[in-house]
């Protein structure tokens, strides 16, 4: 929480204690959304947290399908997301019309398979897969829930699909979509980076092309990240691809070291364009409005089951390697 509060800050923080209202923040969020909030954390962490709040409004700074879990593991509380357009590249890449239609296409060429999806898709994708998966959990399910003898349909994200396909040697059908943040890392940048700090660590979320991957001496999920550089006791540098605000939180927890971020091909900061529409005056005001609120959907009944079984159950394993976005 920095020391002197701006207005707006310190008129959310009233509005907090008046709504009875936890805040809860994805890292990727600019430093200020973050230093107000109750609680900060990846995918996986937030939609786990959301389920032990007590509080009956929810605030979620993050994108709207995180919003939408948040809810369906709360069906009673009151979620609200600052910005209603706040959405995700991996979301569009997959409309649900199209999954069913592709599904229905392999069970008719005989294909025995189950639907893995990343969380970064919408309640319809949800509702259409066997497992919901985030970078944090998605080896242990992919290692161990989905049975032998199934081929594994994941969507959306073809760049972490490949790099479960790679690390648990698990057949995959991969759909075409990406992250708009992870897939333009420039690798020319990163190889100048590399000699220009040839003492630095390179650490890539697995959302980054293989290219990006295969420079790096740490690919992970932002937990899995965090936990990586708790093994750092001495300063050390690191060459950071993924999005920025992911910075923020590294250097509050570890600033001992040096964070340089990988910039993109176009332009020198790869900021998430959706994370960066919940704005402060955007936090209070759907506070004060209690709107926009995230309302129950149809499709949310059978995609809250499929969450809660991927997500709230303890992992048979402890989840290696990633743990993420
Ligand atoms: S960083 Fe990528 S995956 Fe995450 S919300 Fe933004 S577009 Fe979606």
Redesign the pocket.
């Known amino acids: 929480m920095p020391a002197v509060l701006d207005d707006v800050s310190a008129e959310i923080l009233d509005l907090k204690k008046q709504l009875g209202a936890t805040i809860l923040a994805h890292y ?1 969020q600019d430093g200020e959304v973050q230093a107000l909030a109750d609680i900060t954390g990846d995918s996986l962490k937030l939609a786990r947290e959301a389920t032990k709040v007590d509080s009956p409004v929810i605030v979620f700074c993050g ?1 709207l399908f995180m919003a939408e879990t948040a809810k369906m593991l709360n069906p009673s509380k009151t979620v609200l997301l600052p910005d209603l357009a706040a959405g ?4 569009d890449a997959c409309p649900a019309d199209k999954l069913e239609r592709y599904q229905e296409k392999l069970r008719i060429n005989g294909r025995k398979f189950q639907t893995v999806c990343y969380i ?1 898709s919408s309640a319809k994708v949800k509702a259409l897969s066997d497992w919901v998966v985030t970078s944090g959990n998605a080896e242990d399910i992919v290692r161990n829930k989905v049975p032998a003898g199934y081929e594994i349909l994941f969507v959306p994200d073809k760049h972490l699909g490949r790099y479960l396909q790679e690390v648990t040697g698990r057949e995959m059908i991969l759909w075409d979509g990406s ?4 897939e333009v890392f420039s690798v020319g940048d990163l190889l100048k980076m590399r000699r220009r700090h040839p003492g630095a660590k390179t650490i890539a979320h697995p ?1 980054c092309p293989q290219n990006i991957l295969e420079l790096s001496d740490f690919v992970g999920g932002t937990e899995a990240m965090l936990k990586y550089l708790g093994g750092f006791g001495r300063p050390t540098e690191f060459l950071v691809a993924t ?1 920025p605000n992911m910075l923020w939180q590294f250097q509050r927890r570890f600033p001992q070291h040096t964070y340089l971020p990988v910039p993109g091909i176009t332009c020198a900061c790869n900021n ?1 364009p ?2 960066a529409r919940n704005t402060l005056e955007k936090i209070r005001d759907c506070m004060v409005n209690r709107e926009p609120e995230i309302r129950w959907q149809p499709e949310f009944d059978r995609a809250k089951d499929v969450l809660a079984r991927s997500l709230l159950n303890p992992p048979a394993t402890a989840p290696v390697q990633p743990a993420g ?1």
């Open positions: 990727y994108v995700c590249s991996l979301v970064n992250c708009m943040v992870h959302e999005e998430c959706h994370m976005d």
